[in-house]
């Protein structure tokens, strides 16, 4: 009788406490749809959200579908922080307009900047430690402090533009290729989506895809980001477009290639001599490794590689696996962008042992394994991409739990 009052009481409490939620989020004004969202030139990537809807979707998701303790634990010792309070000297944000975090790549300013808008407006601009604002425009820099001249840099910069965000829904601006792209990223329970404009029609040649699959024209910007220092780094040189089957990897006991991972990739070059030049510089890098007309062993792995055409590449970890009879298996894509396949292959490392242990212990490493463990299969299509997880996994949680565990970092 005393259990059966305990649940009854629970039932009750949860259920006051509900209509005690759902109330105060009724009473709120709606956000429009409308939002001004600031672009930036020198900005890499921007990412726009409704704040007070996302804060509603968190609240009901964590607190009636989740229901995880330790997690909402974890997240209330990081709203609870007031080290970003006393940034901002006590601003407050107005959750009715648009909140958007920008990458900022220029000689002036170099990193991460949130824009939001503030309760309070500044008739004159006001440039502080971490923050410069003007009218209710903040720009608030998280990791680093602002100078006067990158203050006003920031706000001589920013240009405005009005744009539509729904719920359950961000908006991406990113420059690709030196142009401005928009994308939307949507959820619902199970599925997480990325929409842009559609593509147009780029036949391709690529590999059939199996495991996890990734075919696309080859940034230009992921090359400015690799060392020079990384031994490879001579293969990807004057390279204009890749085909990549990956089934995961695992650790070695061979000091100089302590990681063995399982691939096969198609490399096409801008011209047959660029092919040839960067297959030269890979052959002078590992000058002290024995390489065959086709072949090359690496550690404990025997790289098979062909010429499949003038100015195109093919290189696979197991030849038994990935190749048996000396050809590749290629397939044509219409729109030059596939992507599809097991996004956990992409964590997937055997024979960890206690290096597995060392591994989850890397913050970034353990968020990108929990979430993509989490998913069923990704998808593209025309438009962009699917990710559907699997049963019983919650998007916004995984997506919020990711982050929370990067901010380890």
């Not at 900047?113 to 009218?135: A, D």
């Not at 399982?262 to 092919?275: A, G, H, I």
Request: proline fraction near 4%; charge should be positive; hydrophobic fraction near 35%.
């Amino acid at each position: 009788m005393k259990r059966f009052k305990e649940i009854l009481f629970v039932i009750g409490l949860s259920f006051l406490f509900f209509a005690t939620v759902q109330l105060t989020l009724s009473i709120s004004k709606k956000p429009s749809a409308k939002q001004r969202i600031p672009i930036m030139q020198e900005a890499n990537f921007e990412l726009s959200a409704q704040p007070l809807n996302l804060i509603k979707e968190i609240i009901s998701t964590e607190l009636f579908e989740v229901k995880n303790q330790a997690f909402l634990n974890e997240l209330h010792k990081i709203t609870s922080s007031k080290r970003s309070t006393t940034k901002l000297d006590g601003i407050e944000v107005d959750l009715q307009q648009a909140m958007t975090f920008l990458m900022i790549k220029s000689n002036t300013f170099n990193g991460p900047l949130v824009h939001f808008q503030s309760n309070t407006e500044s008739p004159n601009q006001k440039i502080k430690k971490h923050y410069v604002q003007l009218g209710k425009d903040v720009f608030y820099s998280p990791s680093t402090s602002l100078t006067s001249k990158q203050g006003s840099w920031i706000l001589n910069q920013v240009k405005w533009k009005t744009s539509t965000i729904f719920t359950n829904e961000l908006l991406v601006h990113q420059q690709l290729n030196g142009q401005l792209s928009q994308a939307k990223i949507h959820w619902n329970d199970d599925e997480l989506s990325y929409t842009t404009k559609q593509m147009g029609t780029n036949q391709k040649v690529i590999l059939s895809p199996r495991y996890f699959h990734y075919s696309n024209q080859f940034p230009k910007k992921v090359l400015s980001g690799i060392p020079e220092v990384f031994s490879l780094r001579c293969m990807l040189v004057s390279l204009e477009y890749i085909s990549m089957n990956y089934d995961g990897g695992k650790l070695t006991e061979d000091q100089q290639f302590p990681f063995a991972p399982s691939f096969e990739v198609l490399l096409e070059y801008k011209n047959p001599t660029d092919m040839e030049s960067a297959l030269l510089a890979a052959k002078t890098v590992y000058d002290t490794l024995e390489w065959k007309e086709q072949g090359v062993k690496m550690g404990d792995q025997e790289f098979f590689f062909k010429r499949t055409s003038p100015k195109t590449l093919y290189i696979c970890s197991n030849k038994a696996q990935f190749c048996p009879n000396g050809n590749p298996n290629l397939t044509r894509c219409n729109t030059g962008f596939l992507c599809k396949g097991d996004l956990g292959r992409l964590t997937s490392i055997k024979n960890t042992g206690w290096a597995g242990l060392v591994l989850d212990m890397i913050p970034a490493f353990r968020a990108s394994k929990e979430l993509f463990d989490g998913t069923k299969e990704v998808s593209s299509s025309k438009n962009g991409m699917v990710i559907t997880f699997k049963p019983g996994k919650d998007v916004l949680h995984e997506l919020l739990k990711t982050l929370v565990v990067y901010r380890q970092e």
